[in-house]
DNA sequence: ATCTGTTTAGTTGTGCACAATTAAACATTA
DNA sequence: TAATGTTTAATTGTGCACAACTAAACAGAT
């Protein structure tokens, strides 16, 4: 019949917007680039907020914890922790227990980001504009999602 | 009451898990990793992967009709359209009639890739393990989430 | 104590992602 | 057509993200 073509372009698999991966993808930096003008006005990006919000709820983490929380290994924390640092938000240190760790503790000036940063959560709430159900359920799915490929 | 704490970590709101933007953030890196595999076999990234499905379709776009189908802007796509130009997989010239613009079009190795990659999507639907109904309805959602974003 | 294997961070190199700026080409209007 | 404003890519600089590798510290076994 045609000439050859095992892989026509429109198959429905194959266009973009039938797919799950762009448009979380896509999604993905919409939303931090939503996150931008509340981040900015604190000199904070998106994966520090990230690092921010362990350390306002357990004061003390290893970078190997920081790491099974946020998904991410030491070739992206380090560099960033250590940017973190020179912001005198936290500090780094090894554990006198066990030298091949590095503790994470939240200094003064990264306690009082909390404050500053405080009503972030619920100003993206509000720009989402999601019923709260909506939001549960999406959340849900994502969670389930997210331990699947994890 | 309390010694004026008006952001105590453990708010709802505040906690990682409980948010939506962290989830998708997460699953999108998870996601990209996923493909990892059978992007790696071809010599591809998943932006690139993604220009190529777009050039797959309609063979020639202009650098802004790229950034408008990927929400990507120049200085993203310039540099990685560089990079797949030196590949030959396919061309950058000027618009004879409208030298602003930079037309791409698809080189034969680059619809070659097209064989080569057409059982990806079949592989990933196979890896997420959901069923139809629920990734179509967490693909709608994240639709009407991206467009409320964009 | 020594050897072996594992764990933990750090380092290096590549490739996005994006804000801010630049410059050329085009469009519009005076 | 000259002046002004807009559109389009490219450039520059910063910060992730991650694979691959290194090195030090620890654990467990002889």
Redesign the interface.
Known sequence: MSKST??P???P???????????????????????QPYLQALDLT?PQY?VF??L??HTELTVKELGE???LDSGTLTPLLKRMEQKQWLSRRRDPRDERSVIISLLPAGRAM??Q??HI??Q??EK???TPA??E???L???T??T???
Chains 1, 2 share one sequence.
């Open positions: 095992p892989a372009s429109d198959t698999f194959q266009k973009l917007e039938n797919q799950l991966c762009f448009p979380i993808y896509a999604v993905s930096r919409m939303l931090t680039k939503a996150y998106y990230l919000m362990l306002w709820e929380k946020l998904l909390q404050q940063a405080c959560p619920q993206m709430l989402l504009a999601m909506k939001f359920a999406l959340r799915q994502l969670q999602l997210l699947q490929l994890a």
